[in-house]
Structures are given as structure tokens and as C-alpha cells.
């Protein structure tokens, strides 16, 4: 039984910035670059019919291709930290798309996620983490931002299961639809990573 869920790849030059921030903190287990993504909704555990059903649906999205750019570097779990990851900064585009797949899962009679869909990539899983090294560990890369980049196609990703963080294989990919006349832009990253 595959587990699903859609996503967004992270490109090479963004992923290679945010291995620039891994190491030195204790209990950490450090993502392969290689499995960086931005989960749009997690499906689950599912039987082959489903995610025939889930394939088909997603099959029917028309959304417009988009910008996004990577902003600070957080933990998930205040009190008792459980993960690192890199946040995205505000998007309409990237919240309607979710949405609209969120909607389309629903539909299927998927069960809800629980939590509030909070885009990011998980850069690190933490064992037996100490707070306060977490909290000193985050103030040093408190300045972490990448430049804008292009998102034009959303996948299906599966995972085995395993304690996190991969390995994930894309399993269908959707194209994003650019804007008539509008320019897209490669841009460097060489300059975009700050501490």
C-alpha cells in the first residue's frame, strides 16, 4: 500500500542552499537534499483503487504557475522540538492550490489532515533534542531567505514506511499553466543565502 501525498519539488539551487544551513546541532537527522519538497496535502496510506481515484482528480486542476521563495529557518514542536524546517513566505497562489486539492480529496471521502497546512521543507527529524540548544542553534540562521523561484508543475509523490525523510519517488507530475506574456525568470541563487 503506497503512501501519498502532493507536493512541490524543491530545484537544485534552493535545495543546495539549505544544505548550507545542516550540521551542528545534536540529535539531529539531516534530510538528503535529493528528498526536499513542500507537501500540499498528505493522502496516506491507501489501497490501489484510491490512488487510481486520486490520480484521476488531480488530473482535472488548472491553476496558473507561480513564484515562491523559502524564508527563515523554524522547528515544529515549542516546547519539545521534533523538527527543523525552512518556511515559505506568504502565497496566494501556493494556498489556493493546496486548497483546491484539500477540496478534491475531501471529495473522495479522504479524511482530513488535522493540522493547519503550513508550507515548508523539513531539513531535519530531532531525537532527544535540548530546547535551548534548539532555540541557540535557530538564532544563528535567523536571516535564511532564498530568492524567488518558478513552481510550474505540482506531483503525486510515494513514500515506504520508514521513520521520515525518504526516500520519495514522483509518481505523476501536473503542469502549472505560465501566464500569456508573462516572462519567467531563471534566477541565481549564488547570492541568495544569508545567516
Known amino acids: 500500500m503506497p503512501r501519498l501525498f502532493a507536493a512541490l519539488e524543491v530545484p537544485q539551487d534552493a535545495a543546495r542552499n539549505l544544505t548550507l544551513v545542516q550540521g551542528g546541532l545534536h540529535g539531529a537527522r539531516w534530510i538528503d537534499p535529493e528528498n526536499y519538497h513542500i507537501t500540499l496535502r498528505f493522502f496516506g496510506d491507501v489501497e490501489g483503487h484510491v490512488a487510481d481515484q486520486i490520480v484521476e ?11 515562491i521563495e523559502l524564508d527563515g529557518i523554524h ?19 501556493l494556498s489556493e492550490l493546496a486548497a483546491d ?25 530531532l531525537r532527544n533534542p535540548d530546547s535551548r540548544e534548539v532555540a541557540r542553534w535557530l538564532s544563528g540562521r535567523g536571516g535564511f531567505r532564498t530568492l524567488p523561484f518558478p513552481v510550474s508543475r505540482f506531483v503525486l509523490m ?25 516572462a519567467r525568470q531563471s534566477p541565481s541563487y549564488a547570492d541568495a543565502y544569508t545567516v
Open 101 to 125: 486539492i484539500d477540496r478534491r480529496a475531501k471529495r473522495l471521502g479522504l479524511p482530513s489532515d488535522k493540522r493547519k497546512f503550513t508550507p515548508h521543507v523539513t531539513l531535519a527529524r
Open 57 to 67: 482528480t488531480l488530473d482535472q486542476i488548472r491553476r496558473p504557475a507561480f513564484d
Open 158 to 182: 510515494s513514500s515506504r514506511d520508514s521513520v521520515g525523510g525518504g526516500p520519495y519517488v514522483v509518481e505523476e507530475s501536473w503542469a502549472l499553466k505560465a501566464e500569456p506574456g508573462r
Open 75 to 93: 522547528a515544529f514542536g515549542s516546547k519539545k522540538p521534533h523538527s527543523i524546517y525552512a518556511g515559505v513566505w506568504p502565497s496566494v497562489p
